[in-house]
Structure formats: C-alpha cells, structure tokens
Nanobody, 124 residues
Framework: QVQLVESGGGLVRAGDSLTLSCEAS????????LAWFRQTIDKGRTFVAA????????LYGDSVKGRFSISRDNAKNTVYLRMSSLKIEDTALYSC?????????????????WGQGTQVNVSS
C-alpha cells in the first residue's frame, strides 16, 4: 500500500509556471505507475498526465500537452508536475494517483491509490 501527499499548489497569474509534487510513503515506489488528475465542480475529474512505472511514456491530456510535464524521482519517492503557461481554466484541485505495475491509463478507475489533492488557482 502507498500513501500520497501532494504539495505546491497556490494562487498564480495566467502565464506563470508552477510545479506540484506528490510524495509517496511505503515501499516499492518504483513499481507504481503514477498520474495526475484535476477536478472542478463543472468538469468533474479529468486526466492530466501519467508516467509509467518503467519511466516510459509519458501520457498527457489534450488540454495540457506542450504546457505540462510529468516526471518522477524514485530516489525521493516523488512525482512532479511542472506546469507552464498556466491558464485560468487550469484552476482545479490537482491529485496524484498510483497503480502498481499498471499500464498508463487516462481513467481514474484504473488507479488504486489517491492523494487528497492540492489546489491551484490561476487568476487573470
């Protein structure tokens, strides 16, 4: 089992950059495929990015391609989401998720573990 804790959210202006972190507790971090999702009231939960347990991929949602980058540091048990050229519509609660030895997936139902999330607010 793994526990996930996100950090790095906050209030930024449109066009700014921000990096989110998700630190995992427990063993075998390198065995987990990791993903970021975001949630808003109007859109619900949507896929942002994922990185395979082997490091292959990554996979990105269409709305963030070219602006967001996911990476992992297995030595630090941490996955990152680097967000640049932020838009107002990127405002959301960002959560990381994990699945053991799983394939990359856009679907939240395929992930077994979730963090509580970190809020990102983008203003004009």
């Amino acid at each position: 089992q793994v526990q996930l804790v996100e950090s790095g959210g906050g209030l930024v202006r449109a066009g700014d950059s921000l990096t989110l972190s998700c630190e995992a507790s427990g063993r075998s971090f390198s065995a987990y495929t990791l993903a970021w999702f975001r949630q808003t009231i109007d859109k619900g939960r949507t896929f942002v990015a994922a990185i395979h347990w082997s490091g292959e991929g990554p996979l990105y949602g269409d709305s963030v391609k070219g602006r967001f980058s996911i990476s992992r540091d297995n030595a630090k048990n941490t996955v990152y989401l680097r967000m640049s050229s932020l838009k107002i519509e990127d405002t959301a609660l960002y959560s990381c998720a994990a699945r053991a030895y799983g394939d990359l997936s856009y679907y939240g139902m395929h992930y077994d573990y979730w963090g509580q999330g970190t809020q990102v607010n983008v203003s004009s």
